[in-house]
């Protein structure tokens, strides 16, 4: 991955992200795309606002190079945006053939900030072009050593969803933990679905772990990844029936206020 999209408000939520990525990438050849929407599109205050968000944006840049060093492998694409916030950074991502999205999670009593609570859910349904990683605010860097992978199978994992999990994996010389939810469903096509990619990340993973459920969905996912000391989870995102079915209505913007390490959410593509 070369082109990595880090949306910014300039919160402590939307630093932490950055923060993260040049960690995560600290040994890749990569720019980071840091973009700003400072103001709607024909805003009187709209020149004044790019202004403004230019200066923010170089003093960002500044302080990342303070806190991780100056990394010759890294640049950096400093844009200031005037559009809807959601599709102006989806817009972005698709139009600069961006591999990798990532936005900064929440504190729960602090909802004052554009990337905040439901806009950030906004943003992993509009961008559909690449993965997006949301990063829990204030997490320590940390090595990651355990990628959690969780699917019902219904659909094929799309041959390039594949190749995204097999590279955080060799990011971080990390092992791949397939996990599923025991249901009552017995279809042959999902077992299919489930032994293609259980063959095609072999050589990365660990047996697979089933789980019955429980608590509820969420739960089991959440005891899941602290009992077997999940440093990041992994989930495909399907915007229809097909994902609803899996994690009932709701589940990533719940297991995205309740997670304590990074969420890789790979986008529905063609298998």
């Not at 400093?78 to 809807?84: A, F, I, N, Q, R």
């Not at 293609?196 to 789980?211: G, P, T, W």
């Not at 915007?239 to 969420?263: A, D, S």
Request: aromatic share 8%.
């Amino acid at each position: 991955m070369s082109k990595i999209l880090v949306p910014t408000d300039f919160s402590n939520n939307s630093y932490n992200a950055l923060y993260y990525a040049a960690r995560l990438f600290q040994n890749k050849e990569c720019t980071f795309h840091i973009v700003n929407v400072c103001s709607e599109e024909k805003s009187q205050d709209m020149e004044k606002a790019k202004i403004e968000s230019a200066q923010e944006l170089d003093a960002l840049v500044h302080r990342l190079v303070r806190d991780v060093g100056d990394n010759g492998k890294h640049d950096f694409t400093k844009v200031s945006l005037c559009s809807d916030m959601t599709e102006g950074v989806a817009k972005y991502a698709k139009e600069h053939h961006v591999d990798l999205t990532v936005i900064g999670n929440k504190e729960k009593e602090e909802i004052k900030h554009i990337l905040f609570g439901n806009n950030a859910m906004q943003l992993v349904r509009e961008i559909t072009s690449c993965p997006v990683l949301i990063v829990p605010l204030e997490i320590d860097y940390k090595k990651t050593r355990k990628i959690a992978f969780t699917s019902n199978y219904i659909n094929p994992i799309a041959e390039e969803n594949i190749k995204t999990l097999q590279f955080f994996s060799d990011l971080s010389d990390s092992v791949i933990v397939p996990m599923s939810i025991e249901e009552e469903k017995d279809q042959k096509h999902t077992e299919k679905n489930k032994a293609d990619f259980l063959e095609a990340i072999a050589e990365n993973s660990s047996k697979e772990v089933e789980l019955p459920i429980f608590d509820g969905k969420v739960n089991t996912i959440l005891e899941f990844v602290d009992l077997w000391s999940i440093d990041m989870l992994c989930m495909v995102y399907y915007p229809h029936h097909f994902f609803l079915e899996f994690i009932g209505r709701g589940i990533i913007k719940e297991l995205n206020t309740k997670l304590t390490v990074p969420f890789l959410i790979l986008p529905n593509t063609p298998s």
